[in-house]
């Protein structure tokens, strides 16, 4: 899967998801934000990630992952 791909399907789901338009969905910005999170909805963001893309996210590893960019560097690196 290309980064492009990543990114559309990254936005697509999400937006889905989160019920929020896909242009808020930008490389800067930041996931809990714009997403509007909670502790239940990460547990939520976490297993759509991990059902979407068979992509294991640690525990320790979320505080890495910021920005929807970092969403998408994690991604592509971990595929």
């Not at 980064?3 to 996931?31: G, M, N």
């Not at 909805?41 to 590893?61: C, G, H, N």
């Amino acid at each position: 899967m290309t980064r492009e791909d990543i990114i559309a399907k990254v936005q697509s789901t999400l937006a889905e998801e989160f019920e929020v338009e896909e242009s808020v969905i930008t490389d800067d910005a930041v996931i809990y934000d714009t997403l509007q999170l909670d502790s239940l909805s990460l547990v939520d963001l976490v297993a759509v990630i991990q059902y979407t893309f068979k992509v294991k996210i640690p525990v320790e590893d979320l505080p890495k992952v910021k920005t929807f960019k970092d969403l998408y560097d994690y991604i592509e690196s971990h595929q």
